[in-house]
Nanobody, 124 residues
């Protein structure tokens, strides 16, 4: 079973940037599609981005498209989320997830393993 650990969260001013990382262990990283989700207080967990096993295909929610970029380095068993032009509404706990069926998806139910999350806070 794959084990996922997020890092890179923190406090940033609006307009700033952060880079999150998701390190995987315990299984063959390149077997999985991966996704990023986020959950703000009092709200449901929502899709942010997804990436195919090769990194050749990516998907983004409309709210982050053009500002966020997800990539992966299969040699390092790590996925990244580069977040630029951050807004206060981006404040949330960010989670990475692995889809063992290797189909990048915006649906939470498609993912089989989750990290513990990392807090991102954007001040206005």
């Amino acid at each position: 079973q794959v084990h996922l650990v997020e890092s890179g969260g923190g406090l940033v001013q609006a307009g700033g940037s952060l880079r999150l990382a998701c390190a995987a262990s315990g299984s063959t990283f390149s077997d999985y599609a991966m996704g990023w989700f986020r959950q703000a207080p009092g709200k449901e967990r929502e899709f942010v981005a997804a990436i195919s096993w090769s990194g050749g295909t990516t998907y983004y929610s409309d709210s982050v498209k053009g500002r966020f970029t997800t990539t992966r380095d299969n040699a390092k068993n790590t996925m990244y989320l580069q977040m630029n032009r951050l807004r206060p509404e981006d404040t949330a706990v960010y989670y990475c997830a692995a889809d063992l069926k290797s189909i990048p998806s915006e649906f939470k139910s498609m993912y089989d393993a989750w990290g513990q999350g990392t807090q991102v806070t954007v001040s206005s």
